[in-house]
């Protein structure tokens, strides 16, 4: 299998996804601006969110994705839908339970998360949070398909998934909101109304392609049958995998609602202009980090279950020389070139301001500095993941958690909203850099040589990439000018500096052709 098509073609339908989310924000920007409302919907879709991230692709995937590949690796595809069917009813029951708590409390959640948000905000929060929260089990069932589909190296379907969320939620803000407002109601409402109906659109889909695989789960509806799934082995596995985990994706979460909680008392549209900055952040992490992550961590655990050392270790090489070739210049970007984005992209009509642009900016150039690290920790973690070692991801999360809430303290009092986003890559940056030395200290990882002048090359094209963009950066006036010439300028100084960026690589004589050519053995 050649690792970069398949890279390739995830890295493309995710890309496909954030430019569909993108388009989302588009419209919460042109339809509700930046405001205490907007704050609201971001509170209120975080919380199943987080719990998504916390129980679904988060813990779960770490736990179940390297599991189900070893077993089938070591017992075969008829074991393997045992395995599946006892998770698939275990998960089916606790998320019932889950969606029923969160349901009820729905104003404790809320206080957890946006205890800045007052008056109508608050109350629209909670009354947006009851009506997602069974996303999480949609999303849930979706992680669990996506496990199996990727390990049946079937990496289309879950990449492309997401833009069913997005094109839902976007046609239910464009189509409800109006008329949910001439009623009275807050239109901000038709946001959560598409985000359920793109969770079960999601689980839609896949549920097809399970059934071509053979792999449809059988999901146990009587306590006997939950209780023969509750003591399988391989349940008993990936729960045990899963605390350490959970733990560690829950102190993630933790950072998370602590920085909602700081954004929201911070004034009102600061928790939205650190969103759309995190979503614009998400261009280069689903070019190369997503995509990257999922096509390696079942490769990365058969490497492991068939004791191909120096496989393994190829494999996150070539990973991270992919994450540097590709999120150097993009890291330098967000830095040099942000207002002119959030410009183009966000600033129409007049409910987002230059106010709002240049606070969204400055969000955007906080992500840039922790970009290389939130792109190698996709590479990093899964090796650690694959060798089923989740303890270590934990204890480095633990530290960096205290070291961003440190940073915080920091930095919003001087920077505001961007101090948020600034504290959160630097955290990325320390996270990389400690997964990098774990490896290495394990053995599991062994630098190929090459590195110094690959490095060197990355550097020197990046640079004069920059001069480029600084320039037009500072000589234009993104903010005043119209429209559409905005976005034509937009579309040819992108496409000038990939041009000079790949082609002083090739000036350079940097061998793109053997990064491509690397296969899965």
Same mark, same amino acid.
């Given at each position: 299998?050649?690792?970069?098509?398949?890279?390739?073609?995830?890295?493309?339908?995710? =890309?496909?996804?954030?430019?569909?989310?993108?388009?989302?924000?588009? !419209?919460?920007?042109?339809?509700?601006?930046?405001?205490?409302?907007?704050?609201?919907? %971001?509170?209120?879709?975080?919380?199943?969110?987080?719990?998504?991230?916390?129980?679904?692709?988060?813990?779960?995937?770490?736990?179940?994705?390297?599991?189900?590949?070893?077993?089938?690796?070591?017992?075969?595809?008829?074991? /393997?839908?045992?395995?599946?069917?006892?998770?698939?009813?275990?998960?089916?029951?606790?998320?019932?339970?889950?969606?029923?708590?969160?349901?009820?409390?729905?104003?404790?959640?809320?206080?957890?998360?946006?205890?800045?948000?007052?008056?109508?905000?608050?109350?629209?929060?909670? +009354?947006?949070?009851?009506?997602?929260?069974?996303?999480?089990?949609?999303?849930?069932?979706?992680? &669990?398909?996506?496990?199996?589909?990727?390990?049946?190296?079937?990496?289309?379907?879950?990449?492309?998934?997401?833009?069913?969320?997005?094109?839902?939620?976007?046609?239910?803000?464009? $189509?409800?909101?109006?008329?949910?407002?001439?009623?009275?109601?807050?239109?901000?409402?038709?946001?959560?109304?598409?985000?359920?109906?793109?969770?079960?659109?999601?689980?839609?889909?896949?549920?097809?392609?399970?059934?071509?695989?053979?792999?449809?789960?059988?999901?146990?509806?009587?306590?006997?049958?939950?209780?023969?799934?509750?003591? #399988?082995?391989?349940?008993?596995?990936?729960?045990?995998?899963?605390?350490?985990?959970?733990?560690?994706?829950?102190?993630?979460?933790?950072?998370?609602?602590?920085?909602?909680?700081?954004?929201? #008392?911070?004034?009102?549209?600061?928790?939205?202009?650190?969103?759309?900055?995190?979503?614009? !952040?998400?261009?280069?992490?689903?070019?190369? *980090?997503?995509?990257?992550?999922?096509?390696? /961590?079942?490769?990365?655990?058969?490497?492991?279950?068939?004791?191909?050392?120096?496989?393994?270790?190829?494999?996150?090489?070539? $990973?991270?020389?992919?994450?540097?070739?590709?999120?150097?210049?993009?890291?330098?970007?967000?830095?040099?070139?942000?207002?002119? =984005?959030?410009?183009?992209?966000?600033?129409? *009509?007049?409910?987002?301001?230059?106010? +709002?642009?240049?606070?969204?900016?400055?969000?955007?150039?906080?992500?840039? @500095? $922790?970009? %290389?690290?939130?792109?190698?920790?996709?590479?990093?973690?899964?090796?650690?993941?694959?060798?089923?070692?989740?303890?270590?991801?934990?204890?480095?999360?633990?530290?960096?958690?205290?070291?961003?809430?440190?940073?915080?303290?920091?930095?919003?009092?001087?920077?505001?909203?961007?101090?948020?986003?600034?504290?959160?890559?630097?955290?990325?940056?320390?996270?990389?850099?400690?997964?990098? @030395?774990?490896?290495?200290?394990?053995?599991?990882?062994?630098?190929?040589?090459?590195?110094?002048?690959?490095?060197?090359?990355?550097?020197?094209?990046?640079?004069?990439?920059? %001069?480029? =963009?600084?320039?037009?950066?500072?000589?234009?006036?993104?903010?005043?000018?119209?429209?559409? &010439?905005?976005?034509?300028?937009?579309?040819?100084?992108?496409?000038?500096?990939?041009?000079?960026?790949?082609?002083?690589?090739?000036?350079?004589?940097?061998?793109?052709?053997?990064?491509?050519?690397?296969?899965?053995?």
């Amino acid at each position: 299998m050649n690792l970069l098509r398949a890279a390739g073609s995830v890295s493309a339908l995710t =890309l496909v996804s954030r430019i569909t989310g993108l388009m989302r924000e588009q !419209m919460v920007s042109i339809l509700f601006g930046a405001n205490a409302l907007t704050d609201a919907f %971001l509170v209120a879709f975080r919380i199943p969110n987080m719990l998504r991230r916390l129980f679904a692709e988060g813990a779960f995937s770490q736990a179940f994705v390297p599991a189900l590949a070893a077993e089938r690796a070591a017992q075969g595809d008829e074991a /393997t839908h045992r395995l599946v069917d006892a998770t698939a009813t275990v998960l089916v029951w606790a998320l019932l339970g889950v969606c029923v708590l969160g349901v009820l409390g729905a104003p404790l959640l809320v206080w957890l998360m946006g205890g800045g948000l007052k008056g109508e905000a608050r109350l629209a929060a909670i +009354d947006m949070t009851r009506w997602m929260f069974p996303y999480i089990g949609c999303m849930s069932l979706v992680a &669990l398909s996506a496990g199996i589909l990727n390990t049946w190296k079937r990496f289309a379907l879950p990449a492309f998934t997401p833009v069913l969320l997005n094109v839902a939620v976007i046609a239910c803000g464009w $189509g409800l909101a109006g008329p949910l407002e001439a009623r009275g109601w807050p239109g901000i409402y038709a946001m959560a109304v598409g985000v359920m109906v793109g969770g079960l659109l999601q689980l839609g889909v896949q549920l097809p392609a399970l059934k071509r695989l053979g792999m449809l789960p059988r999901i146990a509806l009587r306590p006997a049958g939950l209780r023969a799934a509750w003591v #399988h082995a391989g349940v008993r596995k990936i729960l045990a995998l899963m605390a350490p985990a959970l733990l560690g994706v829950g102190v993630a979460q933790l950072s998370l609602i602590i920085n909602t909680q700081i954004a929201t #008392h911070i004034g009102p549209g600061a928790a939205t202009w650190v969103s759309l900055a995190d979503r614009l !952040m998400e261009f280069p992490i689903a070019l190369a *980090g997503v995509a990257l992550g999922v096509v390696l /961590t079942p490769l990365l655990s058969a490497a492991k279950t068939n004791g191909q050392g120096a496989e393994f270790s190829g494999l996150i090489d070539w $990973g991270l020389r992919l994450v540097l070739l590709l999120g150097l210049p993009c890291a330098l970007a967000m830095g040099l070139f942000a207002e002119p =984005l959030v410009a183009v992209l966000y600033h129409y *009509g007049d409910k987002f301001s230059a106010a +709002d642009v240049a606070q969204t900016a400055h969000a955007v150039q906080g992500y840039g @500095i $922790g970009l %290389l690290g939130l792109l190698a920790i996709k590479i990093l973690a899964p090796g650690f993941f694959a060798r089923q070692d989740t303890r270590t991801p934990v204890r480095i999360a633990v530290v960096v958690l205290v070291f961003t809430q440190l940073m915080n303290a920091v930095w919003v009092p001087i920077l505001g909203a961007s101090g948020l986003a600034l504290s959160i890559g630097l955290g990325a940056l320390l996270n990389a850099v400690w997964l990098l @030395i774990g490896l290495r200290r394990a053995g599991a990882y062994q630098p190929a040589p090459g590195w110094l002048g690959f490095g060197l090359r990355l550097l020197l094209a990046t640079a004069g990439m920059g %001069l480029l =963009l600084g320039a037009l950066a500072w000589q234009l006036d993104w903010i005043g000018m119209s429209k559409w &010439l905005r976005v034509g300028w937009m579309a040819g100084s992108l496409a000038g500096a990939g041009l000079l960026y790949f082609g002083l690589l090739w000036m350079l004589r940097l061998n793109l052709r053997e990064l491509m050519a690397r296969r899965a053995s």
